[in-house]
């Protein structure tokens, strides 16, 4: 109890100094962000990109991202007013605002109007003209009309360099740079003077530095420019100045193609992502509703299995059966197995429909059993499996569970191997064969004889009935190679004490040269007894 009291004391304590310090760091993080309550009201021209209204009516440009960016250090809540330059220094002067974004110092402005002390950018402007010409030309200009803005202080250096350079102009003022584009238009002036980095439908002819541009504020906005100031250099301080990161954004041209081509990269990756994903993503989609299709035409039963009787040729009796998989379609017609099968394949769903088949062979064997052909008498049904289910130790486990369940005596299940055995194979295949024929399970190797290493897994591996491909019955009686290879398989078979099966048997004289050999665990199957046919058609025989 004593330790309990303790491990409760410690706990109770640090989650205390958690909270303490977790206090003192939040305080630590608000006295950082300096506060005001009142709204400041902050004069703005429109000027791209600078500050202008986008397509939707919304202040953009750069000085509405800086003030976002003060604001993450000096909380406070503004609004904007628009003006132009003459009516921005009155409201000033008269306190109707309280700061106003890019404005030169200039010995000009009255003592009424203030200005912060970490200059906001260095302001560049441009000579613009309808014409493609350059500068020299305009000295030989006469009735020059040059466009400038009233009160925009910078514009004025263009005044003084053309008076340096001997080019007599006519100056028309406007209030804003929309009258002055305006005139241009209606060709009311020659040349005009904007910003730069503006998209402008005019020709830039000559570009202008300017002097440095800060925020003007009145007698009582003394403490807004402080902590603006105080912000600002906070940022410039540090090591990724953000204030220095958004002036190259708007206006270093080798920095905005910088970022459109990483924009570009991040784009063709992303694209690269989507399309490398499409092409995974795709497949995988039409493969689980391929997969959810099969598993539906099993549960309402458009799978079914038709059987081919297996025959002792000696006395005509049925020995079994070899179930085949077919499919019906929409119309109850059968579908060809070359049409369905790869479909089956291709998926996956092998092991699910080789399970499925040996549940409905056990299924139709309980009524088969009762048919007059095979009354009273021991009869299996085959079924074609792959070599990977064989290898699969989860479908061999649940193979041997389904016919545990089922009460069917041993040997009356028979599974072919359809697959072709490799040598490294047979470790693993053979493993489970035995695990397969010690639960009571059959085991056949279908095609035998279409590869010279078959001949080899006769030894290698436990199995009870090898199948003779239909291509070695064709040529009985007409091939001399063929008849031998169908006389020396049975004459291993009976050595091994394994029984043989003959597929495809068509014709009468292949059966009479059959029952010829000598060999009493031979048997046929093929058209020249039966076809493929229904349950209903095997109850008739």
């Known amino acids: 109890m004593k330790f309990r009291y303790n491990i409760l004391i410690i706990s109770a304590a640090l989650i205390v100094l958690i909270l303490l310090i977790f206090n003192i760091l939040l305080m630590n993080e608000k006295s950082t962000k300096i506060q005001s309550e009142n709204i400041v009201k902050v004069g703005v021209y429109e000027y791209e990109p600078y500050i202008y209204l986008d397509r939707n009516g919304n202040v953009t440009g750069y000085y509405n991202d800086l003030l976002k960016l003060i604001n993450k250090k000096y909380d406070f809540s503004y609004e904007y007013v628009e003006c132009n330059i003459s009516e921005g220094i009155d409201k000033l002067k008269n306190c109707d605002i309280d700061i106003m974004l890019g404005l030169p110092i200039d010995s000009r ?43 925009d202080f910078n514009a004025e250096w263009v ?20 009258e002055l584009s305006q005139l241009m238009k209606e060709d009311k002036i020659d040349i005009m003077v904007d910003n730069p980095y503006k998209k402008n439908k005019y020709k830039m002819i000559y570009k202008f530095a300017g002097e440095p541009i800060y925020i003007a504020g009145n007698k009582n906005s003394s403490g807004i420019l402080a902590n603006i100031d105080k912000a600002i250099e906070e940022y410039r301080l540090q090591n990724n100045d953000s204030i220095e990161k958004l002036q190259l954004r708007y206006f270093d041209e080798d920095y905005k193609k910088d970022l ?45 299995l038709q059987y081919q009787p297996i025959y002792n040729p000696r006395n005509k009796e049925i020995i079994g059966f070899e179930g085949l998989l077919r499919l019906l379609d929409e119309e109850n017609k059968l579908v060809p197995p070359y049409k369905f099968i790869p479909e089956i394949e291709k998926n996956d769903m092998l092991f699910d429909i080789s399970l ?11 009524k088969i059993k009762n048919y007059k052909c095979v009354s009273n008498k021991n009869f299996y049904i085959s ?27 041993k040997n009356n ?32 190797i279908d095609d035998f004889g279409i590869e010279y290493s078959n001949l080899d897994i006769l030894e290698k591996l436990h199995i009870d009935t090898i199948k003779i491909d239909k291509n070695f019955v064709d040529g009985i ?41 000598e060999n009493d665990s031979i048997y046929v199957q093929g058209y020249y007894y039966n076809k493929p046919m229904y349950l209903e058609d095997i109850e008739k025989l």
């Open 109 to 151: 402005l009255n003592e009424d109007i203030i200005f912060n002390q970490q200059s906001i950018d260095e302001e560049e402007f441009g000579v613009f003209s309808k014409e493609n010409i350059i500068m020299s030309d305009l000295k030989s200009s006469k009735n020059l009309k040059l466009g400038l803005v009233e009160d």
């Open 159 to 178: 005044l003084k360099f053309f008076k340096q350079n001997n080019i007599n102009t006519e100056v028309v003022y406007k209030k804003n740079y929309k």
């Open 260 to 304: 459109i081509n990483k924009f570009i990269l991040i784009l063709i990756s992303f694209i690269l992502f989507l399309l490398i994903t499409f092409i995974k993503i795709i497949p995988q989609i039409k493969k689980i509703n391929t997969k959810k299709k099969i598993k539906y035409k099993m549960n309402k039963d458009k799978y079914l």
């Open 356 to 366: 499925w088949i040996l549940k409905k062979a056990i299924e139709d064997y309980n």
């Open 383 to 409: 079924l074609n499996i792959s070599l990977n289910e064989i290898e699969n130790d989860n479908f061999v486990k649940q193979a041997i569970e389904i016919l545990s369940k089922s009460n069917l005596e």
């Open 413 to 444: 299940i028979c599974l072919e191997v359809i697959e072709r055995f490799k040598i490294n194979n047979t470790n693993k295949a053979n493993k489970n064969i035995k695990l397969l024929r010690e639960n009571g399970f059959k085991i056949a």
């Open 477 to 517: 009686g007409k091939d001399i190679i063929k008849n031998e290879i169908v006389l020396f398989i049975s004459k291993i078979a009976k050595i091994t004490n394994k029984s043989v099966v003959l597929e495809g048997v068509e014709e009468e004289h292949q059966d009479t040269i059959i029952k010829k050999i």
